[in-house]
C-alpha cells in the first residue's frame, strides 16, 4: 500500500505527508480532480492500466473563471533504468505541447515487485491550462512502473460570490507493507459562511484488485468504502 497526499478543512497528518502545496481562500473557489492507472504491470492482478499519453477530458470550467493552480501527482516504482528526476508533457485543447520539471515529494522503500524503491513526484502545469477540452499527459518514465496519474485544477469561478473557498493540500510520500496506517492531527479552519461543509481527497497506489475486499479510506472523521482501483485517487 502507497499512501500520498491529503486535502481537506480538517485533516490526518503524517510525518511524511509534511510539504505544503497549496494554502488559500477566495470567493468562488473550486477544484477539478481527474486520475487514471497507468501500470501495464497490475494487469496481472486484476486492474486494467491504460497506456500513456493519458487523456483527461476537463469540462467543468465555468463560463467565467480563473485558474490558480494545476498540479499533476504520480509515483514511480523505480529502477536503474528509471531517470532521478520526471518530466511530465502536457499537451492542452489548444494543441500546444510543453514539458515541465517536477519535484520529488519523496522516496521510500519497495513494494515489492523487485524494484529499488518508490519515488513521488509533483508537476506544476498552471500555466499549460487554456479551458475545457482535452489534455493529453506523459512522463519520461515506463508505462511498467509508473502507477497513475491525477490532474488537479483549482480555479475561481468569477460568477460566484455566495461562498468562500478555503483550500489546503499537502503531500509527501508514504509506503508500507501494513495494512493500516494511522496518526492524526487536528487542523481547524475558520468557517467563512453558512451553511459550511468540507472536502478531502488522497491518493494511494499498488492497491491491488486481486485482494479482493475493498480498501477503506478515512477522511474528514468518515469512513469511505471504495473498489481497488490499483491508483486511487479519491
Same mark, same amino acid.
Given at each position: 500500500?502507497?499512501?500520498?497526499?491529503?486535502?481537506?478543512?480538517?485533516?490526518?497528518?503524517?510525518?511524511?505527508?509534511?510539504?505544503?502545496?497549496?494554502?488559500?481562500?477566495?470567493?468562488?473557489?473550486?477544484?477539478?480532480?481527474?486520475?487514471?492507472?497507468?501500470?501495464?504491470?497490475?494487469?496481472?492482478?486484476?486492474?486494467?492500466?491504460?497506456?500513456?499519453?493519458?487523456?483527461?477530458?476537463?469540462?467543468?470550467?465555468?463560463?467565467?473563471?480563473?485558474?490558480?493552480?494545476?498540479?499533476?501527482?504520480?509515483?514511480?516504482?523505480?529502477?536503474?533504468?528509471?531517470?532521478?528526476?520526471?518530466?511530465?508533457?502536457?499537451?492542452?485543447?489548444?494543441?500546444?505541447?510543453?514539458?515541465?520539471?517536477?519535484?520529488?515529494?519523496?522516496?521510500?522503500?519497495?513494494?515489492?515487485?523487485?524494484?529499488?524503491?518508490?519515488?513521488? &513526484? =509533483?508537476?506544476?502545469? $498552471?500555466?499549460?491550462?487554456? @479551458?475545457?477540452?482535452?489534455?493529453?499527459?506523459?512522463?519520461? /518514465? +515506463?508505462? !511498467?512502473?509508473?502507477?497513475?496519474?491525477?490532474?488537479?485544477?483549482? &480555479? =475561481?469561478?468569477?460568477? $460566484?460570490?455566495?461562498?468562500? @473557498?478555503?483550500?489546503?493540500?499537502?503531500?509527501?510520500?508514504? /509506503? +508500507?507493507? !501494513?495494512?493500516?496506517?494511522?496518526?492524526?492531527?487536528?487542523?481547524?479552519?475558520?468557517?467563512?459562511?453558512?451553511?459550511?461543509?468540507?472536502?478531502?481527497?488522497?491518493?494511494?497506489?499498488?492497491?491491488?484488485?486481486?485482494?479482493?475486499?475493498?480498501?477503506?479510506?478515512?477522511?474528514?472523521?468518515?469512513?469511505?468504502?471504495?473498489?481497488?482501483?490499483?491508483?486511487?485517487?479519491?
Amino acid at each position: 500500500l502507497l499512501l500520498l497526499f491529503f486535502l481537506a478543512s480538517s485533516y490526518t497528518l503524517f510525518s511524511q505527508i509534511d510539504n505544503k502545496v497549496y494554502d488559500d481562500a477566495a470567493y468562488g473557489l473550486k477544484f477539478i480532480h481527474k486520475s487514471s492507472i497507468i501500470a501495464s504491470r497490475s494487469l496481472g492482478v486484476g486492474n486494467s492500466p491504460q497506456a500513456m499519453p493519458i487523456t483527461f477530458n476537463v469540462s467543468e470550467l465555468p463560463s467565467s473563471y480563473r485558474i490558480l493552480k494545476a498540479i499533476v501527482w504520480s509515483t514511480v516504482s523505480y529502477v536503474d533504468t528509471i531517470p532521478a528526476n520526471a518530466t511530465f508533457t502536457i499537451i492542452n485543447p489548444s494543441n500546444d505541447t510543453n514539458t515541465v520539471s517536477s519535484v520529488m515529494t519523496g522516496q521510500q522503500r519497495d513494494k515489492c515487485w523487485g524494484e529499488i524503491g518508490t519515488r513521488g &513526484y =509533483r508537476a506544476d502545469v $498552471t500555466n499549460f491550462i487554456r @479551458g475545457n477540452g482535452n489534455y493529453k499527459i506523459s512522463t519520461n /518514465t +515506463t508505462d !511498467y512502473w509508473t502507477d497513475g496519474f491525477t490532474l488537479f485544477i483549482i &480555479y =475561481r469561478d468569477l460568477s $460566484t460570490t455566495t461562498f468562500i @473557498g478555503h483550500l489546503i493540500i499537502y503531500d509527501g510520500l508514504i /509506503t +508500507t507493507e !501494513y495494512p493500516v496506517l494511522s496518526d492524526s492531527i487536528s487542523y481547524y479552519v475558520e468557517p467563512y459562511s453558512s451553511p459550511k461543509n468540507a472536502n478531502a481527497f488522497l491518493i494511494a497506489s499498488d492497491i491491488q484488485a486481486s485482494q479482493g475486499v475493498n480498501v477503506i479510506f478515512n477522511m474528514n472523521g468518515s469512513l469511505n468504502y471504495y473498489s481497488r482501483a490499483f491508483w486511487n485517487s479519491e
